[in-house]
């Protein structure tokens, strides 16, 4: 926790989140922008379009293109060419470039997408949960989540300088919740671009498409070589973990701003029950736990901003101490009946020497609002565990019987 | 001067793709970038950790060829690097007017400046010679086999130029690797003209087809001496020239030496389809005046 709010206070001002990320974007002054419009990713792309049209962004290509399916294909062969690359999308359109998302990760190409996390169809829904980028997990895209709309905004810039890093060259999907960051009015220092040239030096690929040194991208592996491609891919993801914290911390330096790097805790290290969770959500259980702090309930929050690379060690850190662990999840593993967070560190967890308890509940699906009564009560059910141990391993939250 | 796609790929004996990226390459010159989506000419020319490509060449997927390339054009555009290079993405039938329609259409309607060549072999011949949009009619392909009550596939070709026609493209032309001297001089006008340019060049497969691998050209030639397939281009939406044929040949020609319509000649009622086969190529000396 090393914001400073001190300085933060004089330069805020009042955006919506999209804007805060567009303007973001503009700061990390991208060659070629192109996306398709989708709920609730709109406002972005549009800003970023209207920056365009005012020539706040220069060289700078913005490519209206016809699907998500093109807006991502586009951005192989812009960042092959050795462009600065940027989209933004979320839901069907993140599921709709889902094949393209491994062609870009195992070409290792260093796009930036940026994803205003929404429910998928069927029912089609437009309010948030994470069921889109989580199914994405595999793509061998980063994916990093952000709290508040100053950190999304934040996070863009972080994000180019994670993926473009010569020993990363991954992408990296910059999430922020849907409707509750993206349309959320906040009061947010936008991005110094001086600072930010500072920050994140200019795209210079190392291989690019060039007439003068001809290149072949996207060659095809036989079973002689097709797995160390992949070996690789974790290679970089494993060196990932380190660059993550690094960029979060080069970042507080400039900027003086922090949001922790893989993950961030608040009050966790004496407390007995920690919540776990991605997203603006952490904001609610953050007021959750100072109000039971204030009861004498010893609970703590640990937010995950890295889901990958997987943050392992540093989530079995933060938990050690604790008796009781919950994580709470805003997707599901149809027929596990788990959210991935609760899968993922059950799983990382197994063969270590850290043997807590953990639980975890399904929350906030398509939208649905998670009042701080139900984050209570969900600490009342972590308290029964420490006491009796675990009844109900996983569930749903709020669940409406009466429309069962 | 140095060959452009190097010798030594895995390409068939007389095989059409490495004809006609070979005479790309030759219209286009060195100073250019190669899109091509997932096929024979991808899979043969870039087995890692080797490449025939002596100009830089990207592949990413199947469908979205056009769209790779719209980007790679961008880019050079922001980067104050666009205007001699060419930019060409090259991709088969099946790539280009069936699982990349989408995609082809969404660049050509952008306007972006770039050329895009279809290997029209009629049919998905990486995969085993299914049937794809280009598939002529009555072929017997692996997913339309002729049978005891099939003649092939039922449906004419899509009119591929056509459609790109009413994109507005400012040039759309059809070619034959029959055809060198015709393919690399309208290659090379289509990568001159500013915005998205259409060439599609017919190509016939060894394999898919069946005929002898010393046969490429000679079908090739005798689809266009048929009237099977008219050589033409359309400028800002205006037929401005075509190949005239004095004297066609009639259509058996062509179909006799190609197994994928060996079943016109030996099932009942095959004289019929024939006759249906020869209608197309009489409609198509009409339609562009080729006689």
Known sequence: ?404 | MKPLLQAGHRGCAGCCDAIAAKFTLMAAGEDCIVVSPTGCLEVMTTPYPESSWNVPFIHSLFENNAAVASGVEAALKAKGEFGKTKIIAMGGDGATLDIGMRSISGAFERGHDFTYVCIDNEAYMNTGVQRSGATPFAASTTTSPAGKVSFGNIRPKKNMPAIMVAHGSPYVTTTSIGYPKDMIRKVKKAVDIEGPTYVHAHSPCTTGWGFDTSKTIEIAKLAVETCLWPLYEVEDGELTKAKKIKNPKPVEDYLKMQRRFKHLFTMEGGDEMIKKIQALADANIEKFGLQ
């Open chain 1, 1 to 404: 926790m090393k914001r400073n709010f001190e300085d933060d206070k004089k330069n805020m001002v009042v955006v919506e989140g999209s804007y805060a990320v567009a303007d973001a974007v503009k700061a990390c002054r991208p060659n070629v922008i192109s996306a398709y419009p989708i709920t609730p990713q709109t406002h972005i792309v549009e800003d970023l379009s209207q920056f365009i049209a005012d020539g706040e962004i220069p060289n700078c290509e913005y490519i209206n293109v016809e699907s998500e399916f093109s807006a991502i294909s586009a951005l192989v062969g812009s960042s092959a060419a050795g462009a600065r690359s940027y989209s933004a999308t979320t839901s069907q359109g993140l599921e709709l470039m889902h094949e393209v998302l491994f062609n870009i990760s195992g070409m290792r190409l260093p796009v930036v997408m940026t994803v205003a996390n929404r429910a998928v169809s069927a029912p089609i829904n437009i309010w948030n949960d994470h069921q889109d980028s989580i199914s994405q997990r595999d793509t061998g895209w980063i994916q990093l989540h952000a709290e508040d709309t100053q950190e999304a905004s934040d996070m863009t810039a972080q994000a180019f300088k994670i993926a473009e890093d010569p020993d990363i060259l991954l992408p990296v999907l910059a999430c922020l919740d849907g409707f509750i960051l993206s349309h959320v009015y906040e009061p947010v220092v936008l991005l110094d671009e001086e600072l930010v040239a500072e920050y994140l030096p200019p795209f210079e690929p190392k291989f690019k498409l060039d007439p003068k040194n001809p290149k072949t991208f996207g060659a095809f592996a036989d079973p002689n070589s097709y797995t160390e491609f992949r070996y690789l891919q974790q290679q970089a993801m494993n060196k990932a973990l380190k660059v993550i914290e690094d960029a979060a911390d080069e970042f507080y330096d400039l900027f003086g701003r922090h949001y922790g790097g893989l993950i961030d805790t608040y009050q966790t290290e004496d407390a007995d029950i920690i919540l776990m969770a991605m997203g603006s959500i952490v904001g609610t259980i953050k007021d959750v736990v100072d109000k039971l702090r204030a009861q004498g309930v010893k609970v703590g929050v640990l937010k995950v901003r890295s889901f990958r690379p997987f943050p392992a060690e540093a989530i079995k850190n933060a938990i050690k101490g604790a008796k009781v662990v919950v994580a709470l999840d805003k997707n599901i593993s149809l027929g596990l009946n788990e959210g991935a967070l609760f899968t993922e560190t059950k799983g990382s967890l197994y063969n270590t020497n850290v043997n807590i308890p953990i639980i975890g509940f399904m929350i906030g699906h398509g939208g649905r609002d998670i009042p701080m009564s139900t984050m209570e009560a969900i600490v009342d059910e972590a308290k029964k565990v420490i006491d009796s141990g675990i009844t109900v391993e996983s569930q749903f939250t709020d669940l409406k019987e009466e429309l069962l």
